[in-house]
């Protein structure tokens, strides 16, 4: 699991946004994207190789690319990286009302086991 916040969160980095990216912006939040990751240094570079608009590497909270703004990255680790992402992301748009910018959706739901 990482999280990716902002070092400034009372900043304003949303001036810039595209106006579809901008409807995202949650202001003064400092999360701005959760995920998950079996192997967190390649994910990582995935994601910071990624350009804006490409289907990969890391298409998941590509938006954060457009900001111009410090960013810090915490981990931890989970025994079930995919119900702690659904859930972390769960709690975030409850408190907020709103999804953490990067993220568009709320994670892979935990899949049953086929019988």
Do not use: C
């Amino acid at each position: 699991m990482y999280v990716i916040g902002l070092v400034d969160p009372a900043a304003s980095f949303a001036e810039n946004l595209p106006e579809a990216e901008l409807s995202h912006w949650n202001a003064g939040q400092q999360i701005i994207y959760i995920g998950r990751a079996t192997k967190l240094r390649r994910r990582l570079s995935e994601f910071y190789r990624h350009v804006h608009g490409r289907p990969s590497p890391h298409r998941g909270g590509e938006a954060i690319k457009l900001l111009a703004a410090s960013v810090e990255v915490y981990w931890g680790v989970a025994s079930d990286r995919i119900k702690a992402e659904h859930s972390m992301i769960g709690m975030f748009e409850t408190e907020v009302g709103a999804l953490p910018f990067g993220n568009r959706n709320r994670g892979t739901k935990k899949r049953s086991a086929a019988i």
